[in-house]
């Protein structure tokens, strides 16, 4: 299989803290990863790509001071919600890209914002 | 401008009704249509890869089919348990290395027993 996971599933936390996020592929070993962001009742937006060793590519619109990407190593990828306000709650998704064509994703987290 | 549309946008249907999902595109570069299953409050499920115009893949009760501008996703004698939001993913080479995955808005199907 292909299997990707995120960490936390759920986290609430206060206006203006920081939230980690952490995707993992657990089987097979991923250059390239892809953060989501999917709003309810909405499909997936990509917010930026991840790549092995260097930085990450951000989409139009998307903050990179705001959204910290790392991807320090082939299986993991972090995201990281800066300052998080009540908008930035969402539903994050990452995936991982296997076979240079097929994206796996993992299950999601869901951001809380108070 | 690179568009994914799907249709319908929710589709309700009862066990053993058999029918189709659509996802057009109209998108240059095209590498690849993806087809994803997902459950509320999970993240997609991969289902197909289809590269060509002719291909034809088939899993269980879902058979996906691609022409050149369009794919659909056939549903034979569907159950209670194929009830979920199907997207449908174009993948694109801007160029370099990176590949995007344009997503249509997705199909809510909804089977009732």
């Known amino acids: 299989g292909a299997v990707v996971s995120q960490h936390p599933s759920w986290v609430i936390c206060k206006s203006g803290t920081s939230v980690k996020i952490e995707c993992r592929s657990l089987?097979?070993?991923?250059?390239?990863m892809f953060w989501y962001r999917q709003f309810p009742k909405q499909s997936l937006m990509l917010m930026a790509t991840?790549?092995?060793?260097?930085?990450?590519?951000?989409e139009q619109g998307v903050e990179k001071d705001k959204f910290l990407i790392n991807h320090a190593s082939l299986t993991l990828s972090t995201l990281t919600v800066t300052s998080a306000h009540p908008e930035d709650s969402s539903f994050y998704i990452c995936s991982a890209l296997r076979g240079g064509a097929t994206q796996y994703f993992g299950p999601g987290t869901r951001l809380l914002v108070l | 401008e690179d568009q994914v549309t799907q249709s319908p946008e929710a589709l309700r249907l009862q066990e053993g009704e058999s029918s189709s999902l659509n996802c057009s595109y109209t998108v240059s570069g095209l590498r690849g249509l993806f087809w994803y299953r997902q459950d509320p409050g999970k993240g997609p499920e991969f289902l197909f890869t289809?590269?060509?115009a002719g291909e034809e893949k088939e899993k269980e009760r879902l058979k996906a089919t691609l022409t050149k501008k369009e794919s659909f996703l056939h549903i034979t004698a569907p159950k209670p348990e194929d009830s979920a939001t199907y997207l449908c993913a174009v993948l694109m080479n801007y160029g370099g290395a990176t590949n995007k995955l344009i997503f249509g808005t997705g199909t809510l199907l909804a089977v009732q027993p």
């Open positions: 991840s790549n092995e060793g260097s930085k990450a590519t951000y």
């Open positions: 289809l590269y060509s």
């Open positions: 089987d097979f070993q991923a250059t390239t």
